[in-house]
């Protein structure tokens, strides 16, 4: 007769039940337990995992919001830490339009580091749009705020940087600025003085003239 394997049993090793069985003084069978048979494991649920990503782009206009006529950065190393800003995890460099992305990141806190390229600086923070403002720090670490993944909120892809293209300053420009106000200030005083040499002229010739 075939035996069902109980539930929440399974069978392993030979495909056989193996059997005790202990009977009383009377020959009435008390107890049958099988050898090759054990407890299943409930199934592990499967971890949640989560991601942090996003854009980096050109601020061209340094309001902090990503317009739709600026230019996405890419080639910018972007740098993803623990919780403590110092234990490093993962780095990787924006491609196919400024993005970046890190995911399947167990739930916990995260924060994130943008390198700024040559050349550039950090846009300003705190725009009223949250899924289009610069999420990085405006000093040169460039650090986010903490990343929280969790159950409720285990995808963010709203952590952006925008970066603003530093002024290259023109050695000759820059000798003319420092030259120019002195050149004018000067070239004031001697006008002046010019000036109030004609009037004291025509006076004197004014003068000379009643006397005659």
Do not use: C, H
């Not at 494991?41 to 971890?47: G, I, Q, R, V």
């Not at 846009?123 to 999420?135: E, F, P, Q, R, V």
């Not at 909120?153 to 023109?170: H, P, S, V, W, Y």
Request: avoid cysteine; hydrophobic fraction near 35%; glycine fraction near 8%.
């Amino acid at each position: 007769e075939e035996v069902k394997v109980p539930n929440g049993y399974e069978k392993f090793g030979d495909s056989k039940f193996k059997f005790e069985i202990n009977k009383d003084n009377l020959g009435k069978t008390i107890e049958i337990s099988a050898k090759n048979l054990k407890k299943q494991e409930p199934p592990t649920p499967s971890e949640k995992l989560g991601s942090i990503g996003d854009t980096v782009w050109i601020d061209k206009n340094e309001n902090g919001i990503q317009d739709k006529d600026e230019f996405l950065a890419d080639k910018v190393k972007v740098i993803l830490y623990k919780e403590d800003g110092k234990t490093k995890i993962a780095d990787m460099y924006t491609a196919n339009g400024g993005k970046y992305l890190f995911d399947k990141l167990p739930l916990g806190s995260y924060r994130v580091k943008f390198e700024l390229p040559e050349g550039y600086k950090f846009t300003k923070i705190g725009s009223i749009d949250k899924d289009l403002d610069s999420d990085a720090d405006a000093d040169d670490t460039g650090m986010t705020q903490i990343i929280t993944l969790d159950d409720k909120n285990n995808q963010r892809l709203t952590i952006d940087a925008g970066i603003i293209k530093l002024e290259q300053k023109n050695p000759i420009k820059e000798v003319i600025k420092a030259v120019l106000p002195k050149t004018g200030e000067a070239f004031t005083s001697f006008a002046l003085a010019g000036a109030l040499l004609v009037l004291a002229g025509a006076i004197v010739l004014i003068v000379r003239k009643y006397k005659k």
